[in-house]
């Protein structure tokens, strides 16, 4: 693993003149610096880079940590609204709560761990969780829930490899966040052959934290003297270099180079870290925290010291690191799990420590873990490294912000037309059940029965219950947040500016849904190479959609303004050969619930209810579930979509459930308005033994069209005496609305078709088709079903 | 419960991290600190075993197909060590003992049974189980009281590592039975 | 006289310390976080003892098999020898079977296997109903037989079971099974899901014979806000819910309140 000495030049300035040589030399040594920057890192030092600085600056430049090729195509993105405290550009993003909760601010981050989690299913899905948790963390906040975006191969045609991937990645999920006492707060899962051989795992981290607790990867203002705190893990070798996923070997595979996920020793941390930011805020220490993740003490501590230009000195002697010899730029630059950084006032320090290594005794925990002081962080404008007495690293601050920028080719492409599928199911009784009996359409149940959604006791709505997860921001305060995921991945690579717009509007019109006022959002772009232009073709479409829909759908947070990105992640290289994923944006979007008595969930209340629609025509099959999965014909392009009508059909759903005008709500999306429909009688307990009858002819659209268009729209059970306020409420919002049925004492699904026939569904038939699908996967059982 | 078939052949698969593994680490600190009979106990190991039974190819191309799943090992995070036949040599040092430990009813593998089975084409029966290695220290009289004492919980200060309510054990000296958790019948 | 102080005891990796506090406080007794870190005889002080739910020492070996070594465990035997109130949560529950403190005084007779469940396996985590049975248990005292408690559960060790066949059946009948999972129409629960775990006799919890220790599987704080209750369950306590949520009641107490007001009302008449 040693490159060279730590302090020995990486090249000559003479070797430098053919930088493609030194650039592809190095690569063989696992530094990743293009020939460009070969160039450039000779110029900012002005002289070569040492061997620590080549690595160093080989991790800042990554695409990972740079966005080099996406960064300024992310300024599009709307970041701006009143409720931003804090945008884009730090680990997370911070965003005010109204009053009464107005001394509170959620903080919400979002990142993916696709290509781990190809590779090692459980540890990559794990080290996500944990990772995208370290972002809360480090804002100061307290992690009061996760979300997970997943994208898998087709487990049928993709064989046994997509399927153990599955369940290794949910595995990975729920041993982690279970045991880390953080609940899971749902997301969503599409499957499609075009995620065989690169799965997406997208993580989602929820924080609170006070408005007056808030900490900034930052040195604070002030003469200090600053000192340096590493806490957690003793330092080792994983996740070093490029080459931590090569793949294992046959025999006895000795690197260790995989990062190893700890809940254990991670949820004692963060119980040590609650106790530490309650000591900072009480006696107003000024402090700075960071967390560890690409690039390991070396980004952390450079980015603390060029954050405000400032400057830092590190002794790498002084880092708590496992027993075994290790290089000093491994030291520097591993990236082992759970470490985090703190600046604070050197009068401080002492105390800090004695938190972590007595009073929770983290070297109990984990042999070797503790806090140490490993530096100083001074106004020198420099970060300097050493290491034995020898300098390893000496660099301006400036140098290490000064960023990259690569401009990539982009190639736009037209979109499909809309798709009118020629051929129909005779048998309608059938394709809902082949629908719900299908991946995409079946039920998530069996999925989230694995995680933990209740723990820190503030869940009000789980997942399965309602469009949105909702939990109260405290258990006895009336506020809570409401939280869903959007970005259908068909309409997002048919189309990937449409696709992206409803991935916005999906994500917002969820939340509406249970009456969540949608607040804040946060996006991962999953994509392919980036020197693929039809990837960045495809990724400026997908940013240009996310920005025209964001700027519409603001209005239920503050009148007039945009719906504000406040942090988000870039994946690229997701692809296979000259395959890529695709296009995948995952929207997170996090709403306000005023009062959470009113919040909404989607199972059916009492018979007799009125069962209104509202919102777009049943006129298009095109994107539909149906036309793709059951017709097996391309599924073309998403439906369209109105942002203007969206926003105003949004703003009914709150009102609606603010004014407890209604009694359940439940979106239409995936399978349409049979697939709507089913879901609100399967959320119904047996016990009940309520259902639903319907008569479709009020549509004015053919049987298929009125039972599966994907186009949007709400459904709502309204008891009969409010049906009237509904009504006035949507004619006056230009909305159309429809009495589609009611709410029955009979446990089943019963639908008039426009041509006059009866088609119905039991209750128990329904959940039985939606229920197989993910036990037969777990279980192996494919050959035999 | 045993499934009854003829037993054609066994292999074990032993599996342990490459890295030191926390449960042991943890258990052999709890086990010498607050146990009478862990005071015996200088060194402890934590080795997940499979056993297969069935219609079974040579060594080489069982190894090669335990590589192949996660259902069986990680090979980025854990070795393996298969034995096939009463001579094929287990991971156990000398003067160590190994502790079998299986939770009841629970040991069979179906998952990877039916893996094995799109594989191969072949039913196999798979089983799991955990095998504590131990080191005594060699001062001890009575080795084998000590391990079975360390083995079968009693109370907070007798046992550990089987809770006979839920958990079957066995105990080997040097020689590891083939099969081990398979009982013929 | 001031309200009695309970110990929520936290090993390391528990993670229900908080919302277990909050269960406690608002049945007007004074929870008291006790971190392990602690010396253990300062666990004298208090009046009654609750181990929260979470993964104590990572479930390590088995769950709950290394907290029960903890000194901690050797003082909290003590104590509950005496009388005072102890009540495991999930991986509390998992602790005091592995020490032993139920059903007996010291010795091991019960295991929390592994939950069985037809084409799953490991934790798993849904609404269920418990049924009250007949029982000295101090917790659900007042709570009158037949009675369903909607609780959530978590785990996925869960399963009580004992080596010797009948050892269940003969704890149910001397009353030392509480809690047993149960239907909707309060029939016992004899398959899964309503039995989320395979535990012989359906049994949710088991107590000593005194009544005062009781390891539970369910999660009574997590259902501690009728509010919360899920809408998958039906039942009063769900009829209940949503007059509550209509009338904008956030506070109204759920259905895993009662066993926390029990152990008030015990420590009070002490």
């Known amino acids: ?785 | 419960m045993v499934r009854k078939r003829v037993v054609a052949s066994v292999a074990q698969a032993w599996v342990e991290l490459v890295t030191a593994d926390p449960e042991a680490v943890s258990a052999l600190a709890v086990a010498r600190a607050h146990l009478p009979a862990g005071r015996a106990l200088k060194s402890l190991r934590r080795v997940r075993l499979f056993e297969l039974c069935g219609l079974l190819p040579a060594r080489a191309e069982i190894e090669t197909l335990l590589h192949r799943s996660i259902q069986f090992y990680n090979p980025h995070k854990e070795r393996c060590t298969v034995r096939s036949s009463p001579g094929d040599p287990a991971p156990i040092g000398d003067g160590e003992r190994g502790v079998l430990v299986f939770d009841r009813g629970e040991e069979c593998r179906e998952g990877a049974e039916r893996w094995w089975r799109h594989e191969t084409g072949k039913t196999i029966e798979v089983r799991e189980g955990v095998a504590w290695v131990l080191g005594i220290d060699p001062s001890v009289r009575d080795a084998a009281a000590a391990v079975e004492e360390l083995a079968v919980l009693r109370d907070r200060r007798h046992g550990l590592l089987c809770n006979p309510h839920a958990q079957e054990h066995r105990l080997a000296a040097a020689e590891i039975p083939l099969p081990w958790m398979t009982v013929a019948s | 006289m001031s309200a009695p102080r309970v110990a929520v005891i936290q090993f390391p990796g528990v993670n229900c310390e908080v919302e277990s506090a909050r269960a406690l406080a608002r049945v007007d007794l004074r929870p008291e976080v006790f971190r392990w870190t602690r010396p253990a005889s300062e666990l004298r002080g208090f009046q009654a003892y609750l181990l929260p739910g979470g993964f104590s020492y990572q479930d390590r070996v088995r769950a709950g098999a290394l907290a029960a070594k903890d000194p901690l465990m050797e003082v909290l035997a003590e104590e509950a020898a005496r009388g005072k109130p102890v009540l495991g949560i999930c991986n509390g529950a998992q602790v005091l079977v592995e020490a032993g403190l139920v059903p007996g005084e010291g010795g091991v007779e019960i295991a929390l296997a592994r939950n069985r469940m037809p084409d799953r396996s490991g934790y798993f985590a849904r609404w269920v109903y418990t049924r009250a049975e007949p029982s000295p248990c101090i917790f659900t005292r007042g709570i009158s037989e037949g009675t369903l408690l909607p609780m959530p559960v978590a785990h996925g060790e869960g399963r009580f079971t004992a080596r010797e066949p009948g050892r269940m059946e003969a704890l149910l009948r001397a009353g030392l099974v509480p809690l047993r999972y149960a239907r909707a129409d309060g029939r016992s629960a004899d398959a899964f899901p309503e039995n989320p775990n395979g535990a012989e006799v359906a049994a949710a919890a088991v107590c000593d014979a005194r009544g005062t220790v009781l390891a539970l599987m369910p999660h009574p704080e997590r259902a501690q806000d009728l509010g919360a209750l899920s809408p998958g369950m039906a039942g009063v306590w769900s009829d209940a819910r949503v007059v509550a949520l209509m009338r904008g009641e956030r506070d109204a107490p759920g259905p895993g309140l009662a066993l926390f007001a029990g152990l008030q009302r015990h420590l009070m008449e002490a």
């Not at chain 1, 080989?58 to 996406?70: D, V």
């Not at chain 1, 220490?285 to 960071?290: E, M, W, Y």
Request: with cysteine.
């Open chain 1, 1 to 785: 693993m040693t490159l060279g000495t730590a302090s020995a030049p990486a090249y000559t300035a003479k070797e430098a003149r053919d930088p493609a040589a030194v650039a592809s030399r190095l690569f063989a040594l696992g530094v990743t610096l293009e020939a460009e920057e070969v160039t450039l890192l000779l110029e900012l030092l002005g002289r070569p880079p040492h061997w620590a600085e080549a690595v160093l600056f080989g991790i800042l430049w990554s695409e990972h940590c740079s966005y080099k090729s996406t960064r300024h195509l992310l300024k599009r993105l709307p970041s701006r609204a009143p409720q931003v405290v804090i945008g884009p550009g730090e680990d997370a993003g911070v965003v005010a709560l109204p009053p009464p909760c107005e001394d509170l601010a959620m903080v919400m981050a979002h990142e993916s761990h696709n290509h781990p989690s190809q590779v090692l299913p459980v540890e990559g899905a794990a080290t996500g969780v944990g990772g995208i948790v370290r972002d809360v963390v480090c804002m100061g906040a307290e992690v009061v829930g996760v979300l997970d975006a997943l994208r898998f191969g087709d487990p049928r045609t993709g064989g046994v490899a997509v399927r153990d991937i599955v369940r290794g990645v949910v595995r990975g999920i729920a041993d982690y966040g279970n045991a880390l006492g953080v609940p899971n707060l749902g997301g969503d899962v599409y499957f499609d052959a075009g995620f065989d051989a690169n799965c997406l795992v997208n993580v989602m981290a929820l924080g609170l934290v006070s408005r007056d607790g808030i900490l900034r990867s930052r040195v604070p203002e002030g003469d200090g003297p600053w000192v340096l705190v590493l806490v957690g893990k003793p330092t080792d070798e994983s996740g070093f270099g490029g080459a931590a996923f090569a793949s294992g070997e046959l025999g006895g595979d000795q690197r260790g180079a995989v990062q190893l996920p700890d809940p254990f020793l991670k949820r004692v941390l963060n119980v040590a870290n609650a106790e530490m930011f309650r000591r900072v805020r009480e006696r107003g220490v000024p402090a700075g925290f960071k967390d560890l993740g690409a690039g390991g003490v070396a980004c952390a501590t450079s980015e603390l010291a060029a954050a405000g230009s400032r400057g830092a000195e590190i002794r790498l002697d002084e880092l708590h690191r496992v027993p075994r010899p290790l290089p000093p730029e491994v030291l520097l630059c591993s990236e082992t799990q759970e470490r985090y950084c703190w600046v604070l006032p050197e009068a401080f320090a002492a105390e800090a420590c004695e938190i972590y290594n007595r009073e929770f005794a983290l070297g109990a925990i984990y042999p070797g873990a503790g806090a140490r002081v490993i530096g100083r962080a001074n106004d020198t404008g420099r970060y300097r490294v050493t290491w034995e007495g020898e300098v390893i690293v000496d660099c301006a601050v400036d140098a290490i912000t000064a960023g990259r920028r690569v401009q990539r080719p982009a190639r736009r492409r037209p979109p499909p037309p809309p798709a009118r599928p020629r051929r129909r199911t005779p048998d309608l009784h059938g394709a809902l059940l082949d629908l719900l009996g299908s991946w995409n359409g079946c039920s998530r149940e069996y999925l989230f029965r694995h995680y933990d959604s209740e723990v820190q006791g503030r869940t009000w709505l789980r997942p399965g219950e309602a469009d949105a997860t909702v939990i109260r921001v405290h258990p006895e305060r009336a506020m809570g947040l409401a939280l869903a995921v959007g970005g259908n991945p068909h309409w997002c690579e048919s189309d990937p500016e449409l696709g992206a717009r409803h991935a916005v509007a999906e994500a917002a019109r969820n939340v509406a849904c249970v009456g969540g006022r949608p607040w804040a959002l946060t996006d991962c772009l999953n994509f392919g190479h980036p020197t693929d232009a039809r990837v960045m073709g495809d990724l400026a479409a997908t940013i240009e959609g996310l920005a025209v829909a964001a700027e519409t759908l603001g209005g239920l947070a503050a009148r007039g303004e945009p719906l504000p990105f406040v942090s988000g992640n870039v994946s690229l290289h997701n692809q296979t050969g000259d395959r890529p994923v695709p296009s995948s944006p995952v929207v997170w979007c996090a709403g306000v619930v005023h009062d959470v008595t009113t919040s909404l969930g989607m199972s059916l209340q009492a018979a007799g209810d009125f069962l209104l629609l509202v919102g777009e025509p049943r006129d298009e099959l095109t994107g539909s579930a149906y036309t793709r999965d059951l017709l097996g014909e391309p599924g073309g392009a998403p439906p369209s979509l109105d942002l203007a009508r969206e926003a105003r059909l949004q703003e009914l759903a709150v009102l609606a459930a603010e004014g407890r005008w209604v009694r359940s709500a439940h979106d239409l999306s995936d399978g349409g308005l049979a697939a709507a429909l089913a879901e609100m009688v399967m959320a119904c307990p047996p016990e009940r033994g309520l259902g639903v009858e319907v008569d479709l002819g009020v549509l004015e659209a053919p049987a298929a069209m009125a039972l599966f268009s994907e186009r949007p729209g709400i459904l709502f059970e309204v008891a009969p005496e409010r049906a009237a306020r509904v009504f006035h409420a949507a004619r006056e919002r230009s909305l159309l609305a429809w009495p589609i049925g009611a709410v029955t004492a009979a446990a089943l699904l019963r639908a008039r078709l426009p041509g006059g026939t009866t088609v119905s569904w039991t209750a128990e038939e329904l959940r039985g088709a939606a229920a197989a699908p993910l036990a037969r996967l777990w279980s192996e059982r494919e050959d035999d079903a």
